[in-house]
């Protein structure tokens, strides 16, 4: 169980246009969800915490209207990443935490965003 | 501000050798501590905490507040323990900080 999924798995999108990427908790009530940008061979960065049906939190130093982010239902988070530039490919992840743990936070298999 | 150390980038041991993967923290609180571990094409997932005591999969690491260090160990080292490892400190009720990460390369 706690099986969190995350779409796409790659994309690829031109510079000024914008790409969303959705994470859903598939068999649990996620009532946090967490967005982690990770650069190449470094650690993952907390962008923002989002709590169902409230405005995220972001992070010191991440653009919340350039990251925007949408936590509509239990199961389902969106980021979208607007206007993208290239500095802004890089491998995002998501993780949920809720079910039965209260601690521990289960993670999607990453977007791997390329902005040409 | 919550900050968490893994000084060593990469681990090359040979099978059978003990492993200490290295992890010291800083922050103001009561530290909650955990290793997450990422195989080759796998997804992130939880190794173990501090608070549970546990053993998995033969590591352990325990909390040593007065160093601020919750290394992970293990006695004898196996060729599908290869991996990332990322020490990860719990703070403001439920983000995590993780450190920069340690890749661990067992040889045959």
């Known amino acids: 169980g706690a099986v969190v999924s995350q779409h796409p798995s790659r994309v690829i999108c031109k510079s000024g246009t914008s790409v969303k990427i959705e994470c859903r908790s598939l068999?649990?009530?996620?009532?946090?969800m967490f967005w982690y940008r990770q650069f190449p061979k470094k650690s993952l960065m907390l962008m923002a915490t989002s709590n169902e049906g409230s405005k995220a939190t972001y992070e010191q130093g991440v653009e919340k209207d350039k990251f925007l982010i949408n936590h509509a239902s239990l199961t389902l988070s969106t980021l979208t990443v607007t206007s993208a530039q290239p500095e802004d490919s890089s491998f995002y992840i998501c993780?949920?935490?809720?079910?039965?743990?209260?601690?521990?936070?289960?993670f999607g298999p990453g977007t791997r965003l390329t902005v040409t | 501000a919550q900050r968490v150390t893994q000084p060593e980038k990469l681990l090359s041991v040979f099978k059978g050798a003990p492993v200490e993967l290295k992890c010291n923290y800083s922050y103001s609180g009561s530290p909650e501590l955990f290793w997450y571990v990422q195989y080759s094409r796998q997804r992130l997932q939880l190794l173990l905490r501090h608070i549970s005591r546990e053993s998995i999969k033969g590591f352990t690491a325990d909390l040593n507040k007065g160093e601020t260090s919750f290394h992970l160990k293990k006695p004898f080292a196996q060729e599908e323990d290869s991996a990332m490892y990322y020490c990860?400190?719990?703070?403001?009720?439920?983000?995590?900080?993780f450190g920069g990460g340690t890749r661990l390369m067992v040889k045959p």
């Open positions: 993780s949920a935490k809720g079910g039965t743990s209260s601690y521990e936070q289960y």
């Open positions: 068999d649990f009530q996620a009532t946090t």
């Open positions: 990860a400190l719990k703070y403001a009720g439920n983000m995590l900080t």
